[in-house]
């Protein structure tokens, strides 16, 4: 049998057993004055039909109240329903006064309350159950640390010892009566030398404190400052109470501190009594079935949001840098492969450590008390990070933890994440060390070079293929310098933290203006037409003006050098939307497709057909016009066609 033809069979039997029990009562006498209410006495007096007549309009009346509910759900049936009482109503009063006959009308109505009461408690008692199958197989499932909440509040009593010079922290729970009853006690030390009244006395003291929270729903600290009691409140709802001793007064920068810990303390509180009522059936006491019905979508959307976080979850262990997620109490939640590579332990190993031993694991010089960047983070929010250098195993880490927070929970647990830069910083020194050697030792003797080589190419004495080969190691030793002068510009570029740029307001058409002109000489040599274009008044944008100014001279000087005699440069200044553009336009070679999005990288240098790479660029130009561009929240761009020439441009967003 199907589980809908189930459903409108157990609808109806419960409908007609409703029935039968108004039947009942009518048979037993026990409607009789409520019948009267709606009779008029006719002056022949009033026939009351056969009971078998009766037993039947009872049967249809609860029959008809529970199919329509069945069907149509409580609240459309119920219009049916009072509309059907009012049309037996005014029957009832009708037959009686005219014909005098009783039309059983106070049974009648019974049964179809009764009916419709039933069919409408088996649904929601359906509805009930579901959800409760639902929410208790789901909850088992995903929270496997509920059962073990022994086990987390004293995790989040250990990272009281850590972080705070405790004497004794006690946690109270809430009974059934509302009294706080110790739940859990930590003692940094035991202390055998109080006497048992002062012990009863502070006992006293600290639960009035923690009374007090409760009831400002605050943290509380007593005089001396020695004291704290904190509420445990989830979901809006008392918990219990914490109650702290501390060997010094209390800081009020730690607040927000032990207010987190104290919140996941009463989520974990709150997740074990939640599962020990779960267990069970009970009786459903829901008077709704959209009620009902909205629970179970509810209980759709977070387990939707379960599986997602799930999902997430298990995206992080696939990557390759270390990571490990752990609660506010410091018991770990995640630990990604990489994580346990990277301490040398093994899973079964890392199930035995929390945040804290696992911090442990990454002492050195410079993070040698992991509980204090812990407490800082919790105080500020803001992420500790730090590069660990170990140099018994040459290595370098670098480590970050922060504080994830959800916003409607506040913080709820650490994000570790360390990463092996090992061979980047190997990198890093072997780039600056390259740097160091073109800027120091290359310059020197390339100037040497340089120097001689022109004074033997203007030496008439010597012989002209001597001459000849001055000029060009004269010629050469300058590219060569060039060269060496753009690599060092664009690599100072590329270290942000070596060099920062100086935005001013700076207006793209006079900087066009300006190298239009410095270019016009070695466009006249080559027998070129460099011309400026205006369009208008354009608005100034914020950059460094030595930057572009050479940006927009390496694209000019490319478009001269690429060019073939009696041709056109163009360099002018658009307004666009929210950006001023710099187009550079010549009538040269033109850029093959495949070669134009390779020719903004590094010593890339594009090959025409039929001839060989220009040996005289250095093929850094166009990388540096964009890595300039791109620092200056910019884009580049290229347009171009063979045989016909190219159009160089970039945008930099205007003020």
């Not at 190419?457 to 001597?466: G, I, Q, R, T, V």
Request: hydrophobic letters at 45%; glycine letters at 6%; a neutral charge.
């Amino acid at each position: 049998m199907s589980s809908h033809l189930r459903s409108l069979v157990i609808s109806i039997s419960s409908s007609l057993l409703s029935g039968l029990l108004a039947a009942a009562l009518w048979f037993g006498g026990l409607l009789e004055p409520a019948q009267r209410l709606f009779i008029i006495e006719h002056r022949d007096g009033v026939v009351a039909p056969p009971r078998w007549v009766g037993l039947m309009c009872i049967l249809a009346a609860s029959f008809g109240a529970g199919f329509a509910v069945e069907r149509l759900g409580g609240r459309r049936a119920l219009g049916l329903i009072c509309g059907a009482l009012l049309i037996l109503c005014g029957l009832s009063f009708g037959a009686s006064a005219l014909l005098g006959i009783d039309t059983v009308f106070a049974p009648c109505a019974l049964g179809l309350w009764l009916g419709a009461a039933a069919v409408q408690v088996r649904r929601l008692g359906e509805i009930d159950a579901a959800l409760t199958r639902a929410v208790e197989t789901r909850a088992f499932e995903v929270d496997r640390l509920a059962s073990k909440a022994g086990e987390r509040v004293d995790a989040a009593l250990r990272l009281l010892d850590s972080i705070f010079d405790l004497e004794e922290a006690i946690i109270f729970q809430l009974d059934r009566g509302g009294l706080l009853q110790p739940a859990a006690r930590h003692r940094a030390a035991e202390n055998g030398s109080a006497a048992e009244l002062d012990r009863l006395r502070e006992w006293r003291e600290g639960v009035a404190l923690c009374e007090r929270a409760l009831r400002a729903r605050a943290l509380q600290v007593n005089p001396s400052g020695r004291k704290v009691a904190v509420p445990l409140i989830h979901e809006a709802q008392e918990v219990g109470a914490l109650l702290v001793h501390l060997n010094e007064p209390f800081a009020q920068t730690d607040r927000g501190l032990l207010d987190s810990i104290a919140a996941q303390i009463a989520r974990s509180f709150q997740r074990q009594r939640a599962l020990e009522k779960s267990v069970g059936r009970k009786f459903p006491a829901l008077i709704s079935t959209r009620a009902a019905r909205k629970r179970l979508e509810l209980f759709g959307v977070v387990s939707g949001q379960l599986i997602e976080r799930g999902f997430a979850a298990n995206a992080l262990t696939q990557t390759s840098d270390a990571y490990a997620i752990a609660y506010l109490d410091g018991t770990l939640a995640i630990v990604n492969r990489a994580m346990e590579i990277l301490v040398e332990a093994e899973a079964e190993e890392m199930r035995a450590l929390d945040l804290f031993s696992l911090l442990d694991r990454f002492r050195t010089g410079v993070f040698d008390e992991p509980a204090i960047a812990v407490r800082r983070v919790l105080q500020t929010g803001e992420p500790y990070e730090r590069e660990l250098y170990y140099a018994e195993r040459d290595r370098t880490l670098a480590l970050r933890i922060s504080l994830i927070v959800e916003p409607s929970a506040g913080p709820v647990g650490f994000l570790l994440a360390v990463r092996d830069i090992t061979r980047l910083k190997e990198y890093e020194q072997l780039r600056s060390d390259m740097v160091s050697l073109m800027s120091h030792e290359l310059r020197t003797p390339i100037t040497s070079i340089n120097g001689f080589a022109e004074l033997l190419a203007m030496d008439e004495n010597l012989p002209a293929d001597a001459r000849e080969f001055a000029t060009i190691i004269h010629q050469e030793s300058q590219r060569l310098s060039r060269m060496i002068d753009t690599f060092l510009r664009l690599t100072r570029l590329e270290a942000a933290d070596r060099q920062e740029m100086r935005q001013v307001p700076l207006r793209l058409d006079e900087v066009v203006r300006e190298t239009v002109s410095n270019f016009q000489a070695a466009a006249k040599k080559k027998r070129i037409r460099l011309i400026e274009k205006t369009n208008g008044k354009i608005p100034p944008v914020a950059a460094d003006r030595g930057l572009i100014m050479r940006a927009v001279a390496n694209l000019v000087d490319n478009a001269i050098r690429y060019s073939p005699e009696k041709t056109t440069v163009t360099v002018s200044t658009e307004l666009e939307a929210d950006a001023v553009r710099v187009i550079v336009e010549d009538q040269g070679y033109g850029i093959p497709p495949e070669a134009r999005d390779r020719v903004w990288e590094k010593f890339y240098r594009v090959a025409r057909d039929g001839q060989e790479k220009d040996e005289e660029s250095t093929g850094l130009g166009l990388a540096f016009v964009r890595e300039v561009v791109e620092r200056h929240k910019g884009q580049v761009s290229l347009e171009s066609e063979v045989g016909r020439g190219s159009k160089f441009s970039f945008t930099l967003p205007r003020l």
